[in-house]
C-alpha cells in the first residue's frame, strides 16, 4: 500500500500549528474485489490435479481457471462449458462431434482453444489430462 504524508500548517494570530495526517492513495484504499469462487462443475477435475504441484488455480478471464506451470489449462466459462487448451488439429476433430471454437468473449476465436457442453462431463477429466500436458509438459499426476 502506498501512502504519503501530507502536512497541513494553520495560523492563529502569532502562534501556528503543524499537524501531519496520512493521505492515501484512491488506488490503495479502493476495496479489491473478491476473487471469483471456483465453478462446481470444475472442482471434480481440480481434485483429480490435487497431488500435481505444477497446477493451481488461478483467476483469469473471470473465471477461476487450472493453469500448469502459469499456462491455463482448464476453465468453466460463462456460459457453463468446459473449455481446454488442446493442439490445433484436436481442437478440430472435438468440433466435428458437438464441441464449439472458444474465444474470450471479444469475438475473436483462440484456434487452440475449444468448449464443449456441459452435457459431456465424461469426457471432461480425460480432456483436461490432455490439454495439461499440452500446456505444460508431462503431469505428474498421471
Do not use: Q, Y
Amino acid at each position: 500500500m502506498t501512502s504519503r504524508r501530507a502536512t497541513n500548517v494553520t495560523s492563529k494570530k502569532s502562534t501556528s500549528k503543524v499537524t501531519s495526517k496520512k493521505v492515501t492513495s484512491k488506488k490503495a484504499t479502493a476495496k479489491k474485489s473478491a476473487a471469483p469462487a471456483m465453478h462446481p462443475l470444475l472442482v471434480p477435475i481440480a481434485r483429480a490435479f490435487a497431488k500435481d504441484p505444477a497446477v493451481v488455480a488461478k483467476t483469469m478471464f473471470s473465471s477461476v481457471a487450472l493453469t500448469a506451470r502459469g499456462k491455463i489449462f482448464a476453465m468453466v466459462d460463462s456460459r457453463d462449458r468446459f473449455v481446454v487448451k488442446l493442439p490445433a488439429a484436436r481442437v478440430a476433430s472435438l468440433i466435428g462431434s458437438g464441441a464449439e471454437p472458444w474465444g474470450p468473449g471479444t469475438g475473436r476465436i483462440m484456434k487452440e482453444w475449444v468448449a464443449l457442453p456441459a452435457t459431456g462431463k465424461s469426457a471432461w477429466l480425460a480432456l483436461a489430462k490432455e490439454s495439461r500436458d499440452f500446456v505444460g509438459g508431462a503431469s505428474e499426476s498421471s
